[in-house]
């Protein structure tokens, strides 16, 4: 346990800007090799798979990569391709499978790309953080994110690391040099991000008043929402939850009240219907946090403009920093460590007899 209560989470934190330099450097001097490794015979479909934030990574990642590429990407949590793999996997398809995880010793994760190899006969690439790993030690073409490596047991820096990761990965299948470029622009953004807004964030994570959380994204912020409700729940045990934008009419919204912080992941794409549902949820009572490109009025009680400059497949890590501090910050208001939440683990393993081994 650290010596003093979140501070490896703060660490983490903050300073992981100084990751994604690594990240940029690292994935772009591999830029050849990703080429050819997506290129070596047409795809049909790329699966994303993780467990818990490298999942809902995996869905900011699958919208990302058929953006930018064109073909069919989709995500999966790890179990549901090695236990329903007639439901998950597609025979017959030229397909990839990217397996995401921090630790790279999930046993979900390893035993979905194990039996990804045994129905799809494919190799799998894997984005860990750890290079003894098994996931990367299996699968050589792994990209290892060492810089991101944690002590905390919430993910992060890891997140928004090998989100990055995936991100670059996208742009180099696609053969979008300008969006690889545009990416190189996050860490300096991150930076000013957390100059801007730490001193707010931190009054809004110790409001009393507020005692639900509901984050909302579409398109590829949905991912991003749902990472977000992780944290907040995984860190400061609030009761937190996390929607498609136009989702939450059809039924969650009977839960908003007074006490109920609605923070919405704005895109460009679906802006217009975003703000609306954003007045809609604060006519019921509830306060309304916006994270947009640029600074919102309308809908909004708190607004955090990004102000990067960036297309919104690019902007996915300047989201989540913030919320991720959020979520610290209500953790140490309620008086939790937000370096060890309770009844969690860092590496998720299976007992043998329940994997069926």
């Known amino acids: 346990m650290s010596e003093t209560k979140g501070s490896n989470t703060r660490e983490e934190i903050l300073g992981q800007t100084a990751v994604w330099e690594k ?54 949590p790890s179990s549901e391709v090695f236990l329903f793999p007639q439901a998950s996997l597609s025979k017959g398809k030229n397909t990839l499978l990217v397996a995401i995880s921090r630790s790279g010793e999930t046993t979900e994760t390893l035993l979905a790309a194990r039996k990804f190899e045994e129905t799809c006969g494919r190799n799998v690439l894997a984005i860990t953080c750890y290079e003894d790993s098994a996931l990367a030690t299996q699968y050589p073409d792994a990209l290892v994110v060492t810089a991101a490596k944690e002590r905390s047991v919430a993910q992060t820096r ?11 990965c996208a742009g180099i299948a696609g053969g979008q040099a300008d ?34 959380f509901v984050f909302l994204g579409s398109g590829p912020n949905y991912g991003l929402a749902c990472e977000a409700m992780l944290k907040m729940k995984e860190m400061s045990l609030s009761p937190s939850e996390a929607f498609h934008f136009l989702e939450f009419r059809h039924g969650p919204k009977s839960a908003v009240d007074e006490k109920t912080l ?20 604060r006519a019921l009572g509830a306060k309304t946090l916006v994270l947009a490109e640029r600074e919102v009025k309308e809908g909004a009680d708190y607004a955090i403009p990004l102000n990067a400059g960036l297309p919104e497949l690019a902007r996915g890590v300047l989201y989540i920093l913030p919320l991720q501090l959020l979520a610290y910050y209500r953790a140490l208001a309620r008086g939790l460590d937000p370096d060890v939440p309770l009844h969690l683990d860092a590496v998720v393993k299976l007992k043998m007899e329940e994997a069926g081994g």
């Open 158 to 168: 890891s997140f928004a690391s090998m989100l990055l990761t995936a991100q670059l």
């Open 179 to 212: 969006y690889c470029e545009q990416l190189k622009a996050l860490p300096g953004h991150g930076e000013r991000l957390i100059a801007e807004q730490h001193r707010f964030i931190k009054e809004l994570g110790e409001n009393e008043r507020l005692a639900k």
């Open 262 to 281: 609605v923070v919405g992941l704005l895109s460009d794409s679906a802006r217009d219907y975003e703000i609306a549902l954003l007045k809609e949820m």
């Open 23 to 76: 990240v940029l450097q690292d994935v772009l001097g591999r830029e050849e090799r990703i080429r050819d490794f997506f290129h070596r015979e047409p795809l049909d479909e790329v699966v994303f798979i993780g467990c818990g934030s490298t999942y809902y990574l995996s869905l900011c990642a699958a919208a990302t990569f058929q953006s930018l590429t064109g073909t069919s990407a989709r995500a999966l």
